[in-house]
């Protein structure tokens, strides 16, 4: 497994066609803007490498044996996808927001499971370069960006329909040793950061659209691959400031394809229209299952900061109405957990070995994430007060004369240093009233999709008939004899057979019937 040190050094060996700001980069770990996200990967790397943490960061391979990190891992068993929410959850309270691997993650495990049903049903030989891809990326501890997000154009429209085909990713040319692509993403996370690009469909195809069904890998510093990247927020100074965001960010990109050859042994799906939509759902429903572990991560950070935030107030024991708001952070933060953890133990083996968590259960712990971080964050400001949004900053404390009525006047309890409790006011400033707090409060809502997209995935699986079945049985309404009788034993044999391997994988044939 790599070091951060030789993570850092590959970024600085590629040729990346990349642009922060404006203004072109050649060497990402010297650029102010690209140094807190480079930080939070980095983290990812170092924990690997620690004897501590590595029963939760690491995995053994399915292809080698070897221990490999776990962003690299194919989950094999539910305890893989308890490990993995474990993890999420760990990497999030130490970055303080969001840690960014977990996509390319979520992008390889769909990927190994539709692959394997294409060349079950088409006879072509996609898993098997996905395989060998997955080999290379684990033998070399790759980090992959997910670049799933497609820039859309008119959204009324279908791809083949749009005024500029590029508007999505889509293919332009078919050659003996591979193929040219052409289009954008965008959003995509930490792409000024990785080696690799793990590119999949963002929605389905209908047939007409079949050149925009595809999925591939390539390098970051493909020819004709190019990135344009937000400096986000302004590097802080640090000190008693901005004690997160002056260590850890985000970067978003929009990543165009102009003419980018893909080799055979790279693409895992090109015009199979019928999978198109089934692969960005299942890459949707992992994201999902991830947003379930590094919620309450962010939870746990806030909750700790409003309690501190309520001590530096208040001498002795919480006030019962501080009391309330930060039951309501646990409540929140387990509730979503605890979806995870279901959608892990109730996961399903498919055919191709991969262990897929329980998408309804996934679904609703993205779902109700997003229904809590904005009042999270609320309770945060309302706990912590005005200092979170006023505290002094570093360079005034940095002033001795200025130090000395600042030590005078922002006193809290007595027995608590100034400075103690100005850090901790900091701290639920960059939480709750920077701009970080911002993008963390917008990327809960939006990503792994809206919430309405958690609404259609949960609707199109979630079984009413054998409940109707129940009600009509209850009610004493006529209906077909057994069916009472009938839905119970597939229910118990449902149950009883929770971790056995699929024959089908349950919204394949449903999905590709109608391309997704």
Same mark, same amino acid.
């Given at each position: ?32 803007? *690209? ?40 989950? $094999?068993?539910? !305890? ?58 684990? !033998? ?26 590029? *508007? ?58 190019? *990135? ?29 394809? !102009? ?22 759902? &299942? ?16 939870? !746990? &950070? ?47 083996? $498919? ?28 309770? *945060? ?13 570093? %360079? ?23 400075? #103690? ?14 701009? #970080? ?23 199109? %699986? ?16 006529? $209906? ?37």
């Amino acid at each position: 497994m790599k070091t951060a040190a030789e993570y850092r050094a590959d970024l600085d060996e590629m040729n990346v066609d990349l642009v922060v700001g404006g203004e072109r980069v050649k060497k990402p770990t010297d650029n102010p803007w *690209l140094q807190r996200g480079i930080n939070v990967i980095s983290l990812t790397y170092d924990f690997a490498n620690d004897p501590v943490y590595q029963p939760l960061m690491t995995a053994t391979s399915h292809l080698s044996g070897k221990k490999i990190s776990r962003f690299t891992h194919i989950h $094999q068993s539910c !305890d893989d996808l308890l490990r993995k929410l474990a993890m999420t959850r760990l990497y999030t309270q130490t970055c303080g927001g969001c840690i960014q691997r977990c996509m390319g993650t979520d992008g390889l495990n769909a990927t190994s499971i539709i692959s394997y049903e294409i060349d079950k049903a088409r006879g072509t030989s996609y898993h098997q370069n996905f395989l060998k891809y997955l080999r290379y990326v684990q !033998d070399n501890d790759l980090m992959l960006a997910g670049c799933v997000t497609d820039v859309k154009g008119d959204r009324s429209l279908r791809c083949h329909q749009q005024a500029d085909p590029d *508007l999505n990713v889509h293919v332009v040319d078919k050659r003996d040793d591979g193929i040219v692509v052409r289009g954008a993403k965008t959003h995509i996370s930490c792409a000024a950061y990785s080696h690799e690009m793990m590119v999949i469909p963002t929605q389905a195809r209908p047939e007409e659209d079949k050149d925009w069904a595809v999925c591939f890998s390539c390098p970051c510093d493909a020819p004709g691959l190019k *990135l344009i990247v937000n400096r986000g927020p302004t590097p802080p100074a640090g000190g008693i400031s901005c004690p997160i965001t002056s260590k850890y960010n985000i970067n978003e990109a929009l990543v165009i394809f !102009d003419n980018v050859f893909v080799p055979w042994e790279r693409v895992f799906m090109c015009g199979e229209w019928e999978w198109a939509g089934i692969l960005a759902r &299942l890459f949707g429903d992992y994201h999902r299952h991830s947003y379930s572990a590094c919620k309450p991560g962010l939870a !746990d &950070l806030i909750m700790g900061s409003a309690a501190l935030a309520s001590d530096c107030n208040f001498s002795g024991k919480m006030p019962g109405h501080i009391n309330d708001k930060i039951f309501q952070l646990i409540y929140n933060a387990e509730m979503i957990y605890s979806c995870g953890v279901a959608s892990s133990v109730m996961g399903r083996k $498919q055919q191709s070995g991969t262990y897929l968590p329980d998408v309804t259960m996934a679904n609703m712990g993205k779902y109700h994430a997003g229904l809590c971080i904005h009042d999270e964050v609320a309770t *945060l400001q309302d706990i912590a007060g005005g200092l979170a949004f006023t505290a002094p900053d570093n %360079d005034n404390w940095q002033n001795p004369e200025v130090r000395k009525d600042l030590e005078k006047y922002l006193k809290g309890p007595a027995s608590l240093p100034t400075e #103690e409790r100005l850090r901790v006011f900091h701290l639920c400033r960059d939480l709750c009233n920077s701009e #970080e707090a911002a993008f963390n409060m917008t990327v809960g809502v939006i990503g792994a999709g809206p919430m309405q997209a958690q609404r259609i995935t949960v609707m199109k %699986d979630y079984d009413l008939e054998w409940r109707k079945v129940m009600a009509r049985h209850h009610a004493g309404i006529p $209906q077909p004899e057994g069916a009472w009788e009938e839905v119970n034993r597939k229910l118990v044999s449902a149950l009883a057979n929770q971790n056995s391997t699929e024959t089908e994988l349950p919204i394949l044939e449903k999905e590709t019937k109608k391309g997704g």
